[in-house]
């Protein structure tokens, strides 16, 4: 972790932040940009997830999920719940954050 934490830190002069509670400094890495956003998170494989499923590595590493920031969260829950789609909720109230967690096979592999 401390490895690639370095390595974006060089490479895209990112910042390495601990993550907010309940992550500590020994299972994730937050990268923030100079604007003091946190761009990227490196978590442990031990790390706590809200939204927990096997996580294997592959050659580059394993990877979890990606987050996009967006706005209408309210619209999105409604939209996911009229197309079927599950999801899960998460709040970091630590950092005001709000989560919706989506499957890609749920959105749009399954048959």
Known sequence: MEGSA??????LALEPRDGPPPLTHENARWMYDRAGRAILHINSLECPRHYDRPVRPGPTGALHHVALRCSGYDEIRARLTRRGVGHRLNEVTAIGLRQIFVSIRTMCCSS
């Open 6 to 11: 370095r390595f974006y830190a060089e490479l």
